[in-house]
């Protein structure tokens, strides 16, 4: 007979799961237990933690939430996280992920009323277990992530089949030598000095979790996996950082995690250029098999990337709450309109 249990508090978490999602047991980043503890400390610490666990004959799952109000239920996940899924221990089959998934779907039922799950790549086994336990669940595409599946090529290989646009841009701007480029694996206080200035001239808005961020780069940086490249200015200014990749590489795989660059060196385009030089030590340095772009579809991963992965929003409605009626109907419909009809 499966167990169900809840914590409230990712200390309790940590404690319970003695080790099972740490690093050396879990091969991705954004399946271990330390990605949900730096999430949730650094950018949703108002937003209280959820975290039920089913167990079964040693297999477990869990599943990592936040607690609204409403008695609404979400993933522990913001803008940077790849994936959001249910975690298992124990190496359970599929039999098995079926039945203490169902546990915890008919554990939540009597407890929430609402949830909604994002960013989610693969949601049929989730999505099913809600709709057989008796939640009206639904899934709807909402973005995508674009990857590149490095099939054994080396970097010339790679960027041999780049776009023309892009392979002229980087020969023109190289033959400038306007930039020195450097990737390091270990994080100092002057690079993350840099870093901060690079983002605080770039396009983007104020970052609002630098905290994070800078736990998250003393984290894989300890571990070996950071990969923190920069374009600095060649002459003047004593090499003035310009631009700057935030990537881990990890078994295989390398997550580009962010990108920054100065506005007022747009012309001499400091960025595509580090990003090549960023490519080119994946591909031939670290030999992955693997280069995930993350969330988003800017235009301009296509001309890096081969491969568009879609991204799934699950939205679960307990139908015993007659406040769920209505929303469950417009989701519905706008599901339908978004995907043609097919879940």
Not at 172 to 185: F, G, P
Not at 231 to 253: F, I, K, M, P
Not at 286 to 315: C, F
């Amino acid at each position: 007979m499966p167990t169900t249990r809840e914590y409230h508090s990712l200390a309790q978490v940590r404690d319970a799961l003695q080790g099972r999602l740490d690093r050396d047991t879990v091969p991705g980043l954004f399946g271990r237990f330390d990605w949900f503890d730096l999430l949730h400390r650094h950018c949703l610490a108002d937003v209280p933690v959820r975290v039920v666990m089913s167990e079964d004959n040693g297999a477990q799952a869990w599943l990592i939430l936040l607690e609204h109000e409403s008695r609404r239920l979400s993933a522990l996940a913001n803008w940077y996280s790849f994936d959001w899924s249910p975690l298992f221990t124990g190496k359970p089959d599929a039999a098995q992920r079926a039945h203490v998934l169902d546990t915890l779907s008919r554990h939540l039922l009597r407890t929430a009323s609402q949830i909604d799950l994002y960013p989610v790549e693969s949601s049929v086994e989730l999505l099913a277990s809600l709709r057989r336990t008796g939640w009206f669940a639904l899934s709807r595409p909402m973005g995508g992530r674009h990857v590149l599946a490095v099939a054994g090529r080396d970097f010339a290989t790679y960027w041999a089949s780049r776009p023309g646009r892009l392979r002229t841009l980087v020969r023109r701007r190289a033959r400038a030598n306007r930039y020195d480029l450097s990737i390091s694996d270990r994080l100092t206080d002057d690079l993350w000095r840099d870093y901060v200035d690079v983002h605080g001239r770039s396009w983007k808005e104020a970052e609002p979790g630098l905290n994070f961020l800078r736990a998250l780069v003393e984290q894989e940086s300890d571990a070996g996996t950071l990969r923190l490249g920069f374009a600095r200015e060649a002459d003047g200014n004593r090499g003035r950082a310009v631009a700057t990749q935030l990537w881990t590489v990890e078994n295989g795989v390398a997550l580009i995690h962010k990108l920054s660059h100065d506005r007022a060196h747009d012309a001499g385009s400091p960025g595509t250029l580090l990003s090549h030089a960023m490519f080119a030590q994946a591909i031939d340095g670290d030999r992955v098999a693997m280069i995930d772009y993350g969330t988003g579809d800017n235009p301009y991963k296509s001309d890096w990337m081969e491969e568009r992965v879609p991204l799934q929003r699950i939205d679960a409605f307990n139908p015993r709450h007659a406040s769920n009626w209505l929303p469950a109907a417009r989701t519905a419909i706008s599901a339908l309109v978004g995907k043609g009809g097919n879940d």
